[in-house]
């Protein structure tokens, strides 16, 4: 039997509990809704029982939005290796450094996680027609699942984005339409296509399923180190699911009685310095975060101006009495090349920014030698090639 799931608002504002059975998007108040489970009946049951012998995400599809019998549209998705960066480690002065190495996902980026749920959901709701509003990877990973599952995929994303990210979506055969701006324009060009069309809206917080699919990294850190957190996690922070993700993983395991329930990791966002919405508002101390003007990056994933779950991004890092860093493109190369050359890694910039933003919390004092450091790398470099010319 599985646990049974349902959505109630990420705020709460007292509206909900929501029926996973019928279509949601955001919350009636506006804010994004999340996915609870009756824990409860898990902790009954036992870790060992409730991990599958499946060597993706789907291991632990007991904490995942799945309803009795149902198969989720899969490719083989997440259980990414966790890499010991020993020789990398060495020159940062850091004994346990280790890279989650997501560029081993379908369609080269941890984007395939989100989007196996979200297309999973949108499969049992009887969606004909997906759409998406992306900087380029949660497009490729969509139209793969989109044609895996036989659904229609209509993909919006910057004009000016690298040419593999178009030529891969329609590999997949989906419909890729270039809008003028950035993603936050494609998004409200999304909306005004496909909401009269009753296109299904697959938005990153938009849509409550996608944050099932990354939280699932946060499960994966904790059984490869033991059922152990580690002590740093450094992620690049784009839309932010994949931190608002891994931070319920966190709150749902301790809730299972998986792992100990006061250690959390110090959790690090890392932005590029020409849009880093959130890392400004950390500074200053806000709930929220201001809209980016002129957001320009190399890191695509990154070039989100404005984050409808910057609230919950900012409340983890807080909690966590994490960090906040912006680091500039160049960094961001110097650090793909890092990962590459010491460690034999394939990084996109977004990775490069995270191994970057560890220097500089190790040059400031914040990361101790023997702290367990887990930098992800979100991506593959080969969308991205250019920018090592
Ligand atoms: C989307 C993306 C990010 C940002 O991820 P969020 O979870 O939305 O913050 C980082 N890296 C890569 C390669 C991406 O595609």
Redesign the pocket.
Known sequence: MRLSFYLECSVPCGAGPFDPRQPHHLCECGMPLLVRYNLDAACKKGRSAMIMDERSMWRYSEVMPLLPGEAPVSLGEGWTPLVHAERLGRELGLTKLFVKDESLNPTN???ARGLSAAVTRAMYLGAQVLSIPT????GCAMAAYAAKAGLEAQVFMPRDVKTPFIRECELYGAKVTLVDGLITDAGRIAAETGGPLGWYDVS?LKEPYRIEG?KIMGYELAEQFGWRLPDWII?????????V?MWKAFEEMSAMGWIDPVKRPHMVTVQAANCAPIVRAFDEGTEKARPWENATTI????R?PR?IGDFLVLRAVRESQGAAVAVADTDMVQGMRDLGRFEGINA?P??GAAMHAVHVLREAGSIKQDDTVVVFN??GMYKYIDVLG
Do not use: I
Request: hydrophobic share 30%; net charge neutral.
């Open positions: 980026s941890f984007k900087a380029g990877n949660a990153t990354k992620y690049p922070t784009g839309g932010g699911t994949g931190m993700g890191a695509d994933g990154l989100v984050a996109a977004e990775g979100t991506g």
